[in-house]
């Protein structure tokens, strides 16, 4: 089993980014040696203190799989495209660059106020290689202009928790089995099932992709709307929000694969 997981809304609280709620689950998989690996929109230069926090020694995918970082290890493994970003948004017609503001417009003293992380940490949230984060103050038709905008230079923009997230059209769920053929190389096992668990749009694809999906809930933002593999139980959703959620869905889903008509926890 590999356990893969969004952080803001989902392993970690949505307003306080605590994650002590999921303590149990965490260390109920570290017992089984099962990894834990986090996918999330936040930048390499977020996601190192953070492992550090959660005691993981796992690659990160991260800015919504635009790269796969290994903090430990100092890796990374794709070619930076945030100034192709930033470029497509300076080319915007008039009218609708102003109805984009994103990360790159804002400095760490706004950054921070609109996700409520520190001032280090909103720096880090700044340091961007392959995504541009952002809040969208448009209509519908001009949000559609934006979009069809963003695909004329090879680009789309995906709904996070807070956010619209500009990207060259990777996902979470591309970078899935990169991910678990990396651990599976270092550690001579195979790791099946793939279980995922998010909270927002940007985690649909990685939640269908999965063999066994979460939807957290999240009471800050709409809920999704019915993902494929709902109606045959493959994907669940939580009634508790946040780290209470995903404790115990993990903790539930670890009852089912260890019982008597199950492959086991591998």
């Known amino acids: 089993m590999i356990v893969f997981s969004d952080l803001d809304g989902t392993l970690l609280d949505h307003e306080s980014y605590d994650h002590h709620a999921a303590l149990p689950a965490l260390a109920a998989l570290a017992a089984r040696a099962v990894p834990v690996v986090v996918a ?12 550090a926090r959660l005691g993981l020694d796992t690659p990160a995918i991260v800015e919504n799989g635009g790269g796969i970082a290994w903090p430990k290890a100092g890796a990374a493994d794709a070619e930076p495209c945030y100034g192709d970003i930033r470029a497509c948004l300076d080319a915007l017609p008039g009218k609708l660059k102003g109805c984009f503001a994103g990360f790159g417009d804002m400095d760490a003293r ?3 106020a609109l996700t409520g992380l520190g001032r280090a940490d909103a720096a880090r949230a700044a340091d961007r290689a392959y995504s541009e984060p952002g809040l969208f103050s448009g209509t519908d038709a001009e949000l559609t202009a934006f979009r069809r905008h963003l695909a004329g230079h090879g680009l789309s ?9 500009i990207s060259r059209g990777v996902s979470k769920a591309k970078r899935m089995n990169e991910v678990r053929a990396m651990l599976e190389r270092r550690d001579g096992r195979r790791y099946h099932p793939l279980v995922a668990l998010g909270d927002a749009e940007n985690d649909r694809d990685m939640l269908e992709a999965a063999d066994l999906g979460v939807v957290v809930a999240n009471p800050a933002h709409e809920p999704l709307a019915e993902l494929d ?3 045959d139980g493959r994907i669940i959703r939580t009634e508790l929000p946040g780290p209470m959620g995903w404790n115990a869905a993990i ?3 670890l009852r089912r694969l260890s019982g008597p008509d199950a492959e086991g926890v591998s």
């Open 40 to 51: 999330t929109s936040k930048t390499a230069a977020e996601v190192g203190p953070i492992l």
């Open 110 to 112: 706004r950054i921070a």
């Open 157 to 165: 923009a995906v709904r996070g928790g807070r956010f619209l997230t």
């Open 229 to 231: 593999g709902e109606a």
């Open 251 to 253: 903790i539930e889903i």
